[in-house]
């Protein structure tokens, strides 16, 4: 059993299930050809809530423990992970507000998240991707406002946010403690979207530049005080980065489906290849790697939950789970041959879709260089 849930939780689970089965899985494929973002879809799943699973139960939302989110999140990104990308992308951006910002900052992004609406987290730059400290956005104080201009790329949500999270040096002298955040809305005069990427794979998520010119905000928009951007964002991935692990799991879980159907009726030499001993093993193999990936983003979870240290516990459970998502897609491509091969059979997306986790909220390197620095600590 993957998650321990309570009768509520698998209640809404089935729910969950059900519109995934039903309205996400076979429709998303189409979606994955074109690149085009499914609008209608991601409008039921934000009507069920999806886009809003972790909006605190005191600014209106469900409340949800964090493993029940986690089991939601999985059965989404088995269904799609493009789906998973921008429902818990909006999340993403909900949390530097609830990290740092003020009372009024989080109820509105709460409001926007609850009423259907996305939000998009601007932290990557053309030369701030790993190096994110490196933001050349620049936010210059005017009176009672400040000015942004600058440009961040490979942003979830990009052309479809109602809010964006946007980091800019206010004091380039300082480094790190120069960056500082802010909230902004769609609609504010000089923010824009660029084109969507033509990307491999999460193709039915939406993904652009998002481009400040001369763009003003209130004062009031900065979250937190003046110099903390950095420091927030980081503390927001640490939290986040379990759960993208869910997804590498959510799609891992779907390959390891997708084979053992495949496994038991393909007939090769009079039986189900599934009879034969190597197909077994594979099998094995995968499941102890998906198993293993969720249990570890289960337990940086519920570290989380408990307010105890989960900064590398996190980055394990995003490494890893990335890591075999990727193994576990081509072992499923394997066992289904020429026709795993094929785009007519659904593994090959599965390995597209894999592939990012290995990449986004923080490379797989940035991961071991957040597990080593705490296994090793200064030295
Ligand atoms: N929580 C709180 N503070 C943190 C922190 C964390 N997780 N990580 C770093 N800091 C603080 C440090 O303590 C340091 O503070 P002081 O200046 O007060 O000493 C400051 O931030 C700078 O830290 P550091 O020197 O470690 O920063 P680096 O430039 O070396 O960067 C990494 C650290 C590599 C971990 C960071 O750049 C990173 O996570 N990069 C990947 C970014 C990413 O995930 N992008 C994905 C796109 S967003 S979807």
Known sequence: MGYILSDEAKDLLADVKKFCDNEVREQCKEY?????????ICKKAADMGLNALEV??????????????AALYEEMSKADAGLFTTMSAANLAMKPLLIAGTKEQQQRAADILLNGGYGAFCLTEPMAGSDASNNKTVAVKDGDEY????????????????????????????????????????????LSAGNEENKMGIRTSATSDVIFEDMRVPASAMIGPDGTGFKTCMKTLDITRALMGIGAVGIAQRAIDEAVAYA????????????????????????????????????????QEKGLPYNK???????????????????????????GYSR????EKLLRDAKIFQIYEGTNQIQRMVISRAVMGKF
């Not at 994955?32 to 209608?40: C, K």
């Not at 005191?58 to 423990?65: A, K, Q, S, Y």
């Not at 000015?147 to 980091?167: E, L, M, S």
């Not at 009726?265 to 995968?286: C, H, L, N, V, Y």
């Open 344 to 347: 007519e059979y659904p593994v």
């Open 313 to 339: 516990e996190s980055a394990i459970a995003k490494c890893y789970a990335g890591d075999i998502a990727v193994e576990v897609a081509l072992d499923a491509i394997q066992i289904l041959g020429g026709y």
């Open 56 to 69: 605190p139960e005191e600014l209106g939302g469900l409340g949800l423990d964090h493993i029940t989110y």
């Open 147 to 190: 000015v942004i201009n600058g440009r961040k790329c490979f942003i979830t949500n990009g052309p479809i946010a109602d809010f964006y999270i946007v980091t800019a040096m206010t004091d380039k002298s300082k480094g790190v403690n120069g960056m500082s955040a802010f909230f902004v809305e769609k609609g504010t005069p000089g």
């Open 32 to 40: 994955d050809v074109s690149g085009e973002f499914p609008a209608e």
């Open 264 to 303: 038991k009726t393909r007939i090769t030499f009079g039986k189900p290849i599934g009879k034969f001993e190597a197909i077994q093993f594979m099998i094995a193999d995968m499941d102890i790697k998906t198993e293993t990936a969720r249990q570890m983003a289960v337990h940086a979870l519920t570290l």
